[in-house]
């Protein structure tokens, strides 16, 4: 890297030239095959039969305009579910995966617990656990039950937390014994050394899948719907069925794109630099 | 005696790998641990620390039994430092990090009188313009000299070192066994588990040579590396200068 002054050689130079026209022969040939691909959809899709009424079913303008203050209203109740269930589904998650790693026969029934809940809600579809949460518990006529955003959040909360757990689980065990070897041998507590040594390098590890989840519970939060609470997709299922027109559900997805793409772009970034760190390691 | 191994036995599923085990180190003692893979040496250093648990016999730290179910573990892992063969920094933490973790969290200490002791161990060891590095930036041997600046700031009474060179680049060896002569005329009692033969004739008052679980051979370096008794000894010996280790 201290070759300011190098004057590169002549088969360096010609070695540079012939990489360099490499590097424009494959943009020409990528934008020219995305150009053939996507004049080849347009017409599939422009020229079928039933274009015209697609079209004005699914695209129409008006209609959209008409529909945006309602659909957009109902994903202001996503966003905000999203935030609080993705919170707390982390917690749960986290607190989870640090139970069922804990050793010694005090910790059985708790360790057996937290198993059984990760086996338990990994396995029942999350449509279930809201009718469960959210139907099944008001009907126990208990005192001070909740309202149907929070049952419903809590059945969110619940379902993602047995992911994530699993996701912290798998964070947890990949760090190296030897670490944990390192940490007791200076006199650390179990406790220290989870919270000093392994967590922390195990969050850092899975904060890609962590976060993929999380994009997934964004698009999940809607399912509140079923109970009542309408979301952005109950939203435009009225409005489609005011028209008899599908339009909101195109408006619908181009805000759930719009919302997703900040946190994509956070776990893809997130995801290089954990990469990048490992290649940078050893 | 400072460290008194009486009769140990430990098992890994069917096979013994320390096997009626006994051995004597007193205060300011250095004892080399030779033998071949699998001889037993790093189990032996993990049962002291009690990383791993013994399955017969008895360890006593200044006459405790550390053995004893009843003895908390972490209490007497405080008393010992250990350094790894394959470093076991933390990779998240900076050098100075790494090096205060133990003393503010273990020992209470206030992490301002944690990172001036640090610092100046550092210093001393000439590592004090990586404190704020992470480990993945530094050398082998620079990796080797902070582990163990990590076991030294709590001021333990003894020190194990678990090959610590083996996994060097041989110009980074140096650099470490420059740092534990250093340790050993400034008192500290160490064990430690090598394969530099040159360097435990140098550095020990005692060897020790392990041959499947047992002592077979120990005593002064000049006798054990010099003049072996036992055949099994010569034979590694002989194999060890073959290698060009001698």
Redesign the interface.
């Known amino acids: 890297m201290t070759g300011g002054l190098h004057t590169p050689s002549t088969v360096q130079k010609e070695r540079i030239a012939y990489r360099r026209g490499k590097a424009i022969r494959s943009v020409l040939l990528a934008a020219g095959s995305t150009a053939v691909v996507g004049v080849l959809l347009i017409v599939a899709v422009t020229g079928s039969p039933g274009w015209d009424r697609v079209k004005g079913s699914f695209f129409s303008w008006e209609i959209a305009k008409e529909s945006f203050p309602a659909v957009l209203e109902g994903l202001w109740l996503n966003i905000r579910l999203l935030v609080v269930c993705a919170v707390l589904a982390l917690a749960l998650g986290l607190f989870t995966a640090v139970l069922r790693t804990l050793r010694g026969p005090v910790f059985f029934p708790v360790r057996a617990m937290a198993t059984f809940y990760t086996y338990a809600f990994r396995g029942v579809p999350l449509i279930i656990v809201i009718y469960l949460f959210a139907f099944g518990i008001p009907g126990l006529r208990l005192q001070g039950t909740p309202g149907v955003y929070v049952l419903g959040g809590a059945a969110l909360i619940v379902t993602y937390g047995a992911y994530l757990a699993e996701v912290f689980r798998a964070g947890i065990e990949s760090v190296h014994p ?2 944990l ?9 179990y406790r ?1 050394t989870m919270r ?2 392994v967590l ?2 195990a969050v ?1 590890r899975v904060a890609p899948p962590l976060l993929n989840d999380t994009v997934a519970l964004q698009k999940d939060v809607g399912l509140v719907s079923l109970a009542g609470p309408i979301d952005a997709v109950r939203a435009a299922q009225i409005a489609t069925a005011e028209n008899f027109n599908y339009t909101p559900y195109i408006v619908a997805a181009v805000l759930f794109v719009l919302l997703a793409l900040p946190l994509i772009a956070v776990t893809d970034w997130v995801t290089l630099r954990a990469a990048r760190r490992q290649n ?3 | 005696m400072l460290l008194e191994i009486k009769a140990v036995r430990k098992v890994f599923g069917t096979g013994v790998v320390l096997d009626d085990l006994s051995l004597d180190v007193g205060e300011h003692q250095v004892v080399a641990l030779i033998g071949a893979s699998g001889s037993g040496k790093s189990t032996l250093l ?1 049962c002291v ?1 009690l ?1 791993e648990q013994i399955d017969d016999g008895a360890i006593h730290l200044d006459g405790e039994d550390i053995t004893d179910p009843r003895v908390d ?3 007497v ?2 008393r ?3 350094v ?1 063969q ?1 470093y ?5 933490m900076s050098v100075l990090d790494n090096i205060t ?2 003393p503010t ?3 209470n200490k206030a992490l301002s009188i944690a990172k001036d002791q640090a610092m100046e161990w550092l210093n001393r060891v000439g590592l004090a313009d990586k404190s704020l590095s992470y480990p ?1 930036r530094l050398s082998g041997g620079q990796q080797q000299r902070v ?1 163990i600046v ?2 030294l700031v ?1 001021s333990p009474r003894l020190l194990l070192l678990d090959e610590v060179t083996s996994a060097l680049d041989p110009e980074l060896v140096g650099e470490v066994l420059t740092m534990i002569r250093e340790l050993k005329g400034e008192g500290m009692t160490m064990v430690l588990a090598t394969h530099e033969m040159g360097f435990a004739r140098q550095v020990a008052d005692k060897v020790v040579f392990l041959d499947g679980g047992r002592v077979l051979e120990s005593g002064p370096p000049e006798q054990v590396l010099g003049e072996p008794k036992e055949p099994r000894t010569r034979q590694f010996l002989a194999r060890i200068i073959e290698a060009g280790r001698l």
């Not at chain 1, 070897?181 to 507590?189: D, F, Q, V």
């Not at chain 2, 076991?88 to 998240?92: E, I, S, T, V």
């Open positions: 030897s670490q070897a390192a940490a007791r041998s200076l006199g650390l507590t220290q000093h040594v922390p390098q850092r940078a390691g050893s | 993990r620390n990383l573990p972490d209490k892992r405080q010992i430092g250990m790894f394959s076991n920094l933390f990779p998240h973790l133990a969290r273990v020992h993945d582990a990590r076991a709590n």
